[in-house]
């Protein structure tokens, strides 16, 4: 800190020098005086007139009354008492400058923060993922000696879920009692979790926990979302339909998520032989499937990572369309088609073929980043069905 405050004192020091060296240095010339400015403007203006009378343009009589009333003028100007030109009281000046540049400098020091906090924001770094989980176990250790706590539970269930320690969050989730039987979204945010562990399946207690989270809320987003899925899983593919229609006309127009939805209606309504009346719904060709991880990849994905596939014209790197959904169950069925294109002037049914690949993001951002799961790019007809896309790779 010391290496701070000596720089700032002395260039404070510096300024305030600069900014008085006229009062600190006063310069030894002789000011000219008032009565001495005046007496020179009238000398000069007597010169005139004497030039325009020797040049005939005035009279001699009118050069006397100009003369005269010169004269007068100049008495009256320059009988009052003589005086310098001053700035004042150079003293005061300055200590008012001092006190001025003291009180700003400490108003703005006081309120956009000190340098010690300021040099504590600059030492700090991200936390890791070891620093995140350190904290993590220390908030279990608090739980274990306050078991009745039962939001505290609730809270520890959703940080070993952003960890992706599902069986852990199961556990907590069901220390949180009624806590969660009361709020919809834990319930399912439990019942994903349970069917995570559960490689996907919602039957038993997660299809309950569902039921019960529509009951208290029946427009909550992600309990539809998984009712819907579940449907899909059991190839109930009408009451899938409806249930994501439902989801979809709750959601933004034009979103990314909408997109998501309708291409998963249309899946739906594709495998159960039901006529496409959703106006949302695209029903130009396309290109579903389904995605699939290897053993070693699937331990590294976690809950809160977002799937896509992204579709582009062969030899080219701008996306025609992409499919966007959250992390859900594997083998995961997609549907690409115009309704998620990228540019509707531009949309995927007009091609032939294309290039696809599966990313795994832990940011779901359409930059590729490092430590993204990725599968190999494929080239694929438009129109084509039940394609597999196998993600087997990290991105370096």
């Known amino acids: 800190m010391t290496n701070f405050f000596i720089p700032a004192f002395l260039l404070l020091v510096l300024v305030l020098l600069l900014l008085l060296r006229p009062f600190l240095f006063p310069t030894k010339v002789q000011a000219t005086s008032r009565r001495q400015m005046n007496a020179a403007i009238y000398r000069e203006e007597l010169d005139k007139l004497e030039a325009e009378r020797t040049a005939g343009v005035i009279t ?9 009333e010169m004269r007068q003028r100049l008495f009256q100007d320059t009988h009052e008492e003589d005086d310098h030109a001053t700035l004042g009281s150079t003293k005061k000046t300055a200590i008012g400058i001092c006190i001025f540049i003291v009180l700003i400098s400490s108003g703005l020091y006081f309120s956009f923060g000190d340098v010690y906090r300021v040099s504590q924001k600059n030492s700090e770094t991200p936390m890791s993922q070891e620093g995140v989980e350190k904290m993590v176990a220390e908030f279990a250790s608090k739980m274990e000696k306050d078991p009745g706590n039962l939001q505290g539970w609730a809270m520890l269930a959703r940080s070993y879920r952003i960890l992706g320690r599902n069986e852990d969050a199961a556990k907590a989730y069901a220390r949180a009692g009624s806590f969660v039987d009361s709020d919809p979204q834990l319930l399912a945010d439990y019942a994903d979790t349970l069917a995570a562990n559960a490689n996907g399946s919602f039957v038993g207690k997660p299809l309950s926990l569902i039921n019960q989270a529509l009951k208290l809320d029946p427009n909550n987003l992600m309990a539809l979302w998984l009712s819907g899925t579940a449907a899909f899983n059991a190839n109930n593919y009408r009451s899938a339909a409806q249930t994501w229609e439902k989801l979809a006309s709750q959601l933004p127009p034009n979103s990314e998520e909408l997109k998501m939805i309708e291409g998963s209606i249309a899946e739906a309504r594709s495998k159960g032989g039901l006529s496409s009346k959703a106006p949302t719904v695209s029903s130009a060709k396309g290109i579903s499937g389904q995605i699939e991880l290897t053993a070693d990849i699937k331990s590294k994905v976690k809950p809160s990572d977002t799937v ?8 080219e790197r701008m996306p025609v369309a992409v499919f966007k959904a959250p992390v859900a169950q594997f083998p995961m069925n997609f549907v690409l088609n115009d309704a998620l294109a990228m540019n509707p002037n531009a949309p995927l049914s007009k091609l032939t073929e294309v290039s696809i690949e599966v990313r795994i993001s832990r940011l779901g951002m359409a930059k590729p980043e490092s430590g993204d799961l990725i599968s190999s790019t494929k080239t694929i007809k438009v129109g084509s ?9 990290v991105r370096q």
Do not use: C, F, K, T
Not at 385 to 393: A, T
């Open 60 to 68: 001699s009589e009118d050069y006397e009354i100009a003369h005269a």
């Open 308 to 315: 896509m596939v992204i579709a582009r014209q062969v030899g």
């Open 385 to 393: 069905e039940n394609i597999r896309l196998l993600v087997d790779q």
